[in-house]
């Protein structure tokens, strides 16, 4: 297929043209998998990053606003679309793995077990190399978002998601070894 200019290619988006569609996909999904996969070093996840962003292309077809170009635009969903799975996986390892507050009525049994748990958690968190402790410690226990980690540290953007998947990474390696931490993966 030859060519699309920006107003065809808008139109074609709109109109949910299938061959535009395919050819986007074709010309511009490797690359956006290699991006994906850079921020995720996750080969499923990069692949299911470059789907989310076609079918959300599709998904909002009628609403499409692209001033640039559409590679820019791809590329663009593609990284964002993967931050956003790492700082979810990023916030669920948060929630289930470092959370400590007992809920009422818990037995004292459960308590001390807990009190376990957390003692195992910072462990693995003292375990961290120091630049990846020090990111993980700044992004969970001073909840600066990872552009502020990197402007505090004076570090790119990805090394911050970088030194955070290491350090759950780590952690959850760390806890399985324990057995306090089952993957379904």
């Given at each position: 297929?030859?060519?699309?200019?920006?107003?065809?290619?808008?139109?074609?988006?709109?109109?949910?043209?299938?061959e535009l569609f395919s050819w986007l996909f074709d010309r511009y999904s490797h690359t956006m998998y290699l991006i994906a996969l850079d921020i995720l070093h996750d080969h499923e996840g990069a692949r299911d990053t470059v789907q989310e962003a076609f079918l959300k292309l599709w998904e909002k077809s009628e609403a499409i606003d692209i001033q640039t170009s559409i590679k820019s635009y791809l590329f663009r969903t593609s990284a964002n679309l993967a931050i956003n799975k790492l700082k979810k996986e990023s916030r669920i390892v948060h929630?289930?793995?470092?959370?400590?507050?007992?809920?009422?009525?818990?037995?004292?049994?459960?308590?001390?077990?807990e009190k376990e748990f957390e003692q195992y958690i910072h462990h693995a968190i003292d375990s961290l190399p120091p630049q990846c402790r020090r990111v993980f410690t700044l992004s969970r226990f001073n909840d600066m978002s990872p552009p502020d980690i990197a402007q505090h540290l004076n570090i790119s953007l990805n090394t911050v998601y970088t030194h955070l998947t290491m350090a759950i990474r780590i952690i959850k390696e760390r806890l399985k070894k324990e057995k306090l931490f089952f993957n379904n993966h």
């Open positions: 297929m030859s060519e699309y200019c920006l107003p065809d290619i808008v139109a074609g988006i709109r109109n949910r043209d299938r929630r289930e793995e470092l959370q400590t507050v007992p809920e009422a009525g818990v037995h004292t049994e459960n308590r001390a077990e």
